[in-house]
C-alpha cells in the first residue's frame, strides 16, 4: 500500500501554513499515527519546527535545487516506515524559481508525488470571492488535484457555513476546515524568519494550543481520506541503511549547536552513505576538537547571536588554526564562513575577534544582503569537483563581507555564482589549500559525483592535531 499524503499549500505567502501544517501534524500524532514532514523549498526553519512537531526529520523538497530524481527518492526513503506524508508548500501554490513555470514550485512537487493538495486561504473579508478563488486555483493546473480548502481567519461559524455554501454551490473542492480569526497561537519570529525550533519556542503545550485550534474546525477523517486518494506513483522503499561503524572510514567532525545547525538532512546522511562517521561538536562549549578527524564541516546557523561565546573559546579556535596550518580539510557555509573570517561585526558596531583564517572581516547588515537561488560553476578545482562541474544552492543572509579576502593573501575563488533572480555573477566560494568558505549553502546530495569527489579529498586528509 501507497503512503497517503497531502500537500499543504497557500494562496500566497502569510496565510498561516506553517501554523495550520504544525497543528495538523499534532492532531494527527494524537491519533497515534507516524507523520512524516515535508518542506517544499531550500529554508532551514520550518523544517525545524516540523521536525519537532512530528517527532522526526524533516526534509527539503525542492525541484529547482534538487531535480525529480532526488526529491522522489528522498520522499520514498523518509516515509517509508511513516502512516500518512504531510508536505508544507511554500510561498503561494504556484510560486516558485521561475515567473513563467512551474519550475520550484509547490505545484510541481504535487504533481511529482501525486499528492492532493489542501488550499489555505485567507478569509477575512471573504464571502462567495472564496469561490471565485478557489476556483483559480483549482482549474490553473488541470494536473493537479485539489483535495479541498482550509479558511483561515474566519469571522465566525455562521462565516465558515457561509463559505462552504459557497465552494458547494460552484461545484468546487469542499471546505474541509476553518479556523477563526486570531485563533491560532503565534509562533516567535526574527530577522530570517522564524526563530530557529527548539523545546523552549515550540513545547509541547505550543504544540497542543495549535492542535485544539484546529480541533473543531477541520474535518480530520476528510482530510485523512483526502491523504489516502493519492496516486500510486511514490511506492514504499526500505531507506538505505547507513554503513556499519566497522564500514566508516572518515570521521568527519560537524558543529552543531546553538550557532551552527542548518544542515540538510539528506545532506549528511549522503556523507554518511559514503562512509563519513559525523562527528558533533560545539564551538561554543567544546574546549577541543573531537580526535582522529579527517575534516571539519561548518554548517550555517546564527553565529552573529553567539559571536561573544564563540571569541572566547580561545582554546578551540587555535586547535581549528592549527588543523588549517598542518593542510586539515574545512568547509564552511554561511554562518561558518563568518566563523572562519577575521571576525563579525555586529549591528551595534562591536567587533568579536574569530578564526581569522579567512582574511576579511564580517559585518551584519540592517536589511537582508541576499536571498535567492543560486548556480554554482566551478571555477577552480575545489573540495566539491573538478573545474566546469556545476551544483546548485541558495543564499540567505543578512552579513556581507568587509574587503576583499583574496587581495595577496593566497586565497582564491574557486566558484562562479549565478544568482537566478537577478542573472548576475559573482566570483566566491574562497578557498586556499584545502579550506572552503562560502556564502552559498550547496544542496550536495543530489550530485553524488559531488559527494564522492569530497570524500576522496577527506582520504587525502592528516588528521586533526
Known amino acids: 500500500m501507497d503512503i497517503p499524503r497531502l500537500v499543504i499549500a497557500g494562496t500566497q505567502s502569510g496565510v498561516g501554513k506553517t501554523s495550520l501544517t504544525l497543528g495538523l501534524v499534532a492532531l494527527l500524532r494524537r491519533r497515534g499515527l507516524r507523520v512524516q514532514t515535508f518542506k517544499v523549498g531550500p529554508d532551514y526553519l520550518d523544517p525545524g519546527y516540523l521536525a519537532l512537531a512530528s517527532g522526526r526529520h524533516c526534509y527539503n523538497l525542492d525541484g529547482w535545487m534538487m531535480g525529480r530524481p532526488h526529491v522522489e527518492t528522498i520522499f520514498r526513503r523518509a516515509s517509508a516506515d511513516a502512516d500518512i506524508a504531510i508536505i508544507e508548500g511554500v510561498m503561494g501554490l504556484f510560486d516558485g524559481a521561475d515567473p513563467a513555470s512551474s519550475e520550484g514550485s509547490t505545484a510541481e512537487i504535487a504533481r511529482w508525488l501525486d499528492a492532493p493538495v489542501l488550499l489555505v486561504v485567507n478569509a477575512h473579508g471573504m464571502a462567495r470571492s472564496l469561490a471565485a478563488v478557489v476556483h483559480g486555483y483549482a482549474s490553473f493546473d488541470p494536473q493537479l488535484r485539489m483535495a479541498g480548502v482550509i479558511a483561515n481567519r474566519c469571522g465566525s461559524e455562521r462565516h465558515a457555513r457561509w463559505l462552504g455554501d459557497s465552494l458547494k454551490a460552484a461545484k468546487l473542492p469542499p471546505l474541509l476546515g476553518s479556523v477563526g480569526r486570531d485563533a491560532l497561537p503565534e509562533l516567535p519570529s526574527r530577522h530570517l524568519g522564524l526563530v530557529t525550533a527548539d523545546s523552549t519556542n515550540l513545547s509541547p503545550a505550543l504544540l497542543d494550543n495549535l492542535a485544539d485550534a484546529l480541533e473543531a474546525g477541520l474535518s480530520l477523517d476528510a482530510i485523512m481520506e483526502a491523504a489516502r486518494q493519492a496516486g500510486c506513483r511514490p511506492t514504499r522503499q526500505r531507506s538505505p541503511s547507513p554503513p556499519n561503524a566497522g564500514a566508516f572510514r ?105 578564526l581569522g583564517l579567512l582574511p576579511a572581516w564580517t559585518r551584519m547588515c540592517p536589511r537582508r544582503k541576499s536571498l535567492g537561488y543560486v548556480e554554482v560553476t566551478l571555477s577552480r578545482d575545489s573540495l566539491w569537483g573538478k573545474r566546469g562541474e ?19 593573501s593566497g586565497w582564491q575563488t574557486a566558484y562562479e555564482v549565478r544568482h537566478r533572480q537577478s542573472d548576475a555573477v559573482t566570483a566566491e566560494g574562497f578557498q586556499r589549500d584545502r579550506v572552503l568558505a562560502s556564502y552559498t549553502h550547496i544542496h550536495f546530495a543530489s550530485r553524488p559525483e559531488a559527494v564522492r569527489h569530497f570524500v576522496a579529498r577527506l582520504a587525502e586528509s592528516r588528521h586533526t592535531p
Do not use: W
Open 250 to 354: 572518515y570521521r568527519l567532525g560537524v558543529a552543531r549547536d546553538e550557532a551552527f545547525h542548518f544542515y540538510y538532512p539528506d545532506n549528511l546522511q549522503a556523507l554518511e552513505q559514503a562512509g563519513c562517521k559525523l562527528v558533533p561538536f560545539s564551538p561554543i562549549h567544546d574546549a577541543a576538537l573531537p580526535q582522529n578527524l579527517s575534516g571539519i564541516y561548518f554548517g550555517g546557523g546564527y553565529p552573529e547571536e553567539h559571536a561573544a561565546a564563540l571569541a572566547a573559546n580561545q582554546s578551540l579556535l587555535q586547535q581549528i588554526r592549527q588543523s588549517a596550518v598542518v593542510g586539515g580539510l574545512i568547509y564552511a557555509e554561511c554562518g561558518g564562513l563568518m566563523y572562519l573570517a577575521e571576525g563579525i561585526e555586529t549591528i551595534s558596531g562591536e567587533r568579536h575577534a574569530l
Open 390 to 408: 556545476r551544483l546548485r544552492g541558495h543564499e540567505f543572509h543578512y552579513s556581507e563581507l568587509v574587503g576583499s579576502p583574496t587581495a595577496g
